[in-house]
């Protein structure tokens, strides 16, 4: 995998086995600083840490709002408490103002004149192994520990199943499954099964014989026999019907696959990659997998945490996205909290095109920087009574919507270059890579030329 783009703090390292043991180091995470968005930890080292304008770990661009000696975080072992040194702009949690001199309670969001920080029980990973962008993919530390999970998976095994919410990033750690093991040359398939009708499931995962079924003229192949030698990621898999399930499972005891119409099967040789935005154990408790399949795809699993547990990689995430709209724009710091205060149930897909949405309309103003104003009421916040988080239906009926907004720009910027991948990449502001791996997921043709294009 290329690493495309060097690392916001230290870069080099990963989480090394026995990491989980090493003493937590509680601390503050600056986000943003200065008019730009940051990944840096600020450490409690003793009992307290004083921060203001000038503090080392904030880097040489200095907030010009922030006071020199601008608030204390103390840390009683299990919260953090905010107190205001009497500062000229304030300090504010969670958008409200703190009096000087008044410890409080930090819970989310700690703002410092124009900076913003998160509280974390944990900066160590973050101070040894900062912010990376690998192929277009950012990932911070705990995103890098899913990522050696995986590689370990690659390396000493052939399946893998990823838990996550919607618009996480769980194709791209699949593609890194894939990738980082020994079959990294055969192909990967990619298969929404929620988005493929049931009637069809068993024809598109098998493949069928010519004569099979009225209309089928031709042998055609599935999914897997176009996945061997590689990987098949099967997203959503639970929604594939329980007899489809069990074939399923047949196939990857086997290593035989049976097309329908077909007299013999013939062999496969693939490994299997599954993804879900709910618990495995708690469908087969409902009776929606096999419990039988579930040992074969659901070990080992990972986790990918949602965006809202990792603010170091959003508010970077968001900086990109604003530039990559309009790259003289840019962000006030009431953007970038409002961000960090809403839980994102649609995560990094949603936040995209939410920050695109607020981009477009500061620029119809002719503003020169995005604000929360400009975001809208909706974006990144819960369904439902937005306490209790919302209920799974309505998260993956939003990420629904929004892929298909998704869609529509690519397949509107495709339409524009002729098919041409590198020229619409470049309109719609992302990496190559992303935009081939989304025309392979939704299946859209892209035209040839775009391999002699590439700037
Ligand atoms: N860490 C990241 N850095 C940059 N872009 C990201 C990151 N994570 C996700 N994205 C982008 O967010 C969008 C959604 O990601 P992806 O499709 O991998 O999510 P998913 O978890 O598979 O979603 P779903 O469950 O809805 O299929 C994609 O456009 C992807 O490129």
Avoid at 30 to 45: C, F, H, K, M
Avoid at 125 to 152: K, M
């Amino acid at each position: 995998m290329a690493r495309d783009v060097s690392t916001l703090g230290p870069s080099e390292g990963s989480l090394e086995a026995g990491d989980s043991a090493r003493v937590r180091t509680p601390g503050l995470v600056g986000v943003y600083g200065a008019g730009v968005a940051l990944a840096v930890a600020l450490p409690l080292r003793g009992e307290s840490l004083e921060v203001g304008r000038g503090t080392p770990s904030l880097g040489e661009s200095e907030d010009p709002r922030m006071s020199r000696k601008h608030a204390r975080i103390r840390f009683d072992g299990q919260r953090f408490w905010v107190t205001d040194l009497g500062s000229q702009n304030g300090t504010f949690v969670d958008g409200e103002r703190l009096l000087v001199g008044a410890p409080r309670e930090a819970r989310r969001i700690i703002r410092m004149g124009s900076s913003l920080f998160v509280p974390s029980a944990d900066v160590g990973p973050l101070e040894r192994l900062g912010v990376e962008r690998v192929d277009g993919f950012l990932r911070g530390p705990s995103f890098r520990g899913v990522l050696d999970e995986v590689a370990r998976a690659s390396r000493l095994g052939t399946s893998l199943h990823i838990h996550g919410e919607s618009g996480t990033g769980k194709e791209g750690v699949a593609r890194a499954f894939h990738s980082l093991g020994p079959r990294s040359t055969g192909p990967f398939i990619a298969v929404n099964c929620a988005a493929i009708p049931q009637a069809l499931a068993e024809r598109l995962l098998f493949g069928a014989r010519r004569g099979a079924y009225s209309g089928a003229e031709a042998d055609a192949q599935g999914y897997l026999q176009s996945a061997d030698g590689g990987t098949l990621f099967l997203d959503e898999v639970v929604e594939l019907d329980l007899s489809v399930q069990a074939k399923l499972l047949r196939v990857l005891e086997t290593g035989e696959v049976l097309a329908l119409g077909a007299a013999k099967p013939a062999k496969v040789d693939v490994r299997v990659c599954s993804a879900s935005h709910q618990s495995l154990r708690a469908l087969v408790a409902k009776g929606r997998l096999r419990e039988d399949l579930y040992f074969r795809i659901g070990r080992p699993e990972v986790v990918l945490p949602p965006l809202r547990e990792r603010p170091e990689e959003l508010a970077l995430l968001l900086q990109e996205q604003v530039h990559r709209v309009e790259p003289d724009m840019g962000t006030h710091v009431s953007l970038l909290e409002a961000c960090l205060l809403r839980p994102w149930p649609g995560n990094v897909r949603e936040l995209l095109v939410e920050i695109r949405g607020a981009v477009q309309k500061a620029l119809a103003e002719g503003s020169r920087r995005v604000s929360s104003a400009h975001l809208g009421s909706g974006a990144g916040t819960a369904f439902g009574d937005g306490e209790a988080g919302p209920a799974a239906r309505e998260v993956s009926a939003k990420a629904r919507t929004l892929e298909g907004e998704e869609r529509a720009r690519v397949e509107a910027a495709l339409r524009t270059h002729s098919g041409n991948v590198s020229a619409a990449a470049r309109e719609l502001g992302m990496h190559r890579t992303t935009l081939r791996r989304l025309l392979e997921r939704w299946d859209l043709p892209s035209s040839e030329r775009e391999e002699g294009d590439e700037p």
